[in-house]
């Protein structure tokens, strides 16, 4: 009975709840890692039980270091600029061409108010980018301020 009451709790609050629409599933994200490394492993190497284990190995290897890195930087960077800009930053979120050149994207919007100093806000990201660039962590990650995406 209890079990029971569990999965209907579980599956009530997964209704209620559900994933976050700004952040894609997990099982997705490495979906199309997977693809795209295996894509360049199968060429680069041997079509031999070797070759299979070494491609295998590297997947295994930048999915537990390259994706979780990303959502963190993403976290990190999102987290500091809420401090700053509150409710006016939307994601992360995975847009909809996530990989370019084999590079990962997540973007985050940030929206000012017409009238809002523009001057004002160029500077709280700029003293927010200054810190999040100075986190050792983040070294291996870029960023990109698009002004005005259209």
């Known amino acids: 009975m209890i079990l029971c009451a569990a999965i209907l709790c579980g599956f ?40 299979e284990l070494v491609g295998g190995a590297a997947v295994a290897a930048v999915l537990t ?10 976290a990190e960077l999102a987290s500091g600029l809420r401090t700053r800009f509150g409710r006016r930053l939307l994601g ?24 809002a100093s523009f001057a004002r806000a160029r500077e709280l990201l700029g003293a927010e980018l200054t810190r999040f660039g100075a986190l050792a962590d983040f070294k291996s990650v870029t960023v990109v301020v698009n002004v005005d995406p259209q």
């Open 12 to 51: 009530l609050l997964d209704l209620l709840l559900a994933d976050p629409e700004w952040m894609p599933h997990p099982v997705v994200l490495m979906g199309r890692c997977i693809s795209a490394l295996e894509k360049h492993l199968r060429t680069a190497l041997p079509k031999t039980p070797r070759g």
């Open 92 to 115: 992360p979120m995975t847009p909809p061409v996530d990989r370019i050149r084999g590079e990962y994207l997540l973007s985050l919007l940030l929206k000012i108010e017409s009238g």
């Open 65 to 74: 270091h390259m994706m979780p890195l990303l959502r963190r930087a993403a």
